[in-house]
């Protein structure tokens, strides 16, 4: 059975800094691209963050375009989101998810329909 599940949120302070943790199970992590999105309350799902399958090629949307940083451990299973500069606009719970239907990242935000194997999510506040 696959299984994604996310880790690493908290409340911040504005500025401050967090790392999310994507684990994944019951697939090989490096066959996939693995997408970073989030949803703020009464808002629609947004995009985040992409990273592909084979080069590790990587997509940003431009709200988050030099805070965020994503990475992967295909060895340990985990896709990471490093987030830096942490907003108010940022609250938001944060979701990973893998592309089943193209291995690598493309020029534009990451389409949630392409994406499976949700995981529950993890909450991010930014709160002074």
């Known amino acids: 059975q696959v299984q994604f599940v996310e880790s690493g949120g908290g409340l911040v302070q504005p500025g401050g800094s967090l790392r999310l943790s994507c684990a994944a199970s019951?697939?090989?992590?490096?066959?996939?691209?693995i997408g970073w999105f989030r949803q703020a309350p009464g808002k629609e799902r947004e995009a985040v963050s992409c990273?592909?399958?084979?080069?590790?090629?990587?997509y940003y949307t431009d709200p988050v375009k030099g805070r965020f940083t994503i990475s992967r451990d295909n060895a340990k299973g985990t896709v990471y989101l490093q987030i830096n500069g942490l907003k108010s606009e940022d609250t938001a719970v944060y979701y990973c998810?893998?592309?089943?239907?193209?291995?690598?990242?493309?020029?534009?935000?990451?389409?949630?329909?392409?994406?499976?194997?949700w995981g529950p999510g993890t909450q991010v506040t930014v709160s002074s």
């Open positions: 998810a893998a592309n089943l239907m193209r291995r690598r990242c493309t020029g534009d935000p990451p389409r949630g329909y392409e994406y499976s194997y």
């Open positions: 019951g697939l090989t992590l490096g066959d996939y691209a």
């Open positions: 990273i592909s399958a084979s080069d590790s090629s990587t």
